[in-house]
């Protein structure tokens, strides 16, 4: 197990940067996610972390020590790749035991470490077929097993799952989470879909164009995000947005008109100042069906997506989406009445910068 710092991180290939001052902690034992659009370089930052990407400028520091310049080798991680990165002719048993054979670990030992493995990855009956005669659940597993065996002190998943299907996908999930509870090892998970960031991490670090938005537990961050980026991002189905202007101001939140929709009234942005641009925001599932006392819409439905246990509605004008329990009788081309609960709603100013909410 193993503490990591990273220290104003910068990369840069020639004039083009990729990675902008970059720098958080990750606490020994912490399974820490990276989450963010493609191309926000998440996967450019674990790349450094491990050594296969240089540092233009910063440090990277395992329990203290400075890792710049220590080769990826030297560093003690283990990286599972999104490809799998099987030797097509060995079998499992042999792709799990091949590292160790290169680094002289006597036979006894191998098939000690590689045998631990198989029983906790339920692969012993597969110890003799080759990657072609698995799954991709299953080949996924003796990547990870390979990894295990080296007894790393941080374990890098760059995109793992993206090549499984859905449901291969949710128990994976599970599996590399229970993985986490037993060896109780320092985890660092690259991914863009913030599904697995939420249901996986013990902290999440959403990154946009080589910046971090916002590090935090990932129900600090649907909660409490720190902007608008990080509000549209976490969660599922995204949250709403509304854009107008603040016309009341007090010590409990503020009143926002919105063209086409009306008046607003939030427990956000109390001290704001009158006349100002602002942002709100709500999510799906803490719309209510129907009118109440305040902040009532109406709007023409142009979508219904029914789940059985779940139904997603979609207005057109204004365009909310809304996720209610269970099942719905209405359908495309009717006219829905919604409340927005004050308490529920984020303020985000013109910046995209999240006002104080109550509670």
Known sequence: MATLNLQGLVKRYGNFGVIHGVSFDIADGEFVVFVGPSGCGKSTLLRMICGLETV????????????????SAQRGLALVFQSYALYPHMTVYQNMAFGLENLGTPKAEIAARVGEAARMLRLDDYMQRKPTALSGGQRQRVAIGRA???????????EPLSNLDAELRVGMRAEIAQLHRRLKTTMIYVTHDQVEA???????????AGTVEQ?????????????????????SPRMNFLTGRISASGADGVAV???GVGTIRTHAGAGATIGQEATIGIRPEHIRPGPADGNNVSGEVVNVEQLGGLSYIRLGSPD?????????????GDRAEINLPAEAIHVFDADGLAMARAG
Do not use: C, W
């Open 215 to 235: 590090v935090g537990a990932p129900l600090d961050l649907y909660n409490h995000p720190a902007n608008q980026f990080v509000a549209g991002f976490i969660g």
């Open 56 to 71: 233009t400028e910063g440090q990277i520091l395992i329990d203290g020590q400075v890792m710049n310049d220590v080769p």
């Open 148 to 158: 295990i065996v080296r007894e790393p002190r941080v374990f890098l998943f760059d």
């Open 320 to 332: 909310i989406t809304i996720q209610l329990s269970g099942q719905t009788g209405l359908g495309v």
């Open 257 to 259: 008109d919105v063209p």
């Open 198 to 208: 939420m249901t996986m991490a013990d902290k999440i670090v959403v990154l946009r």
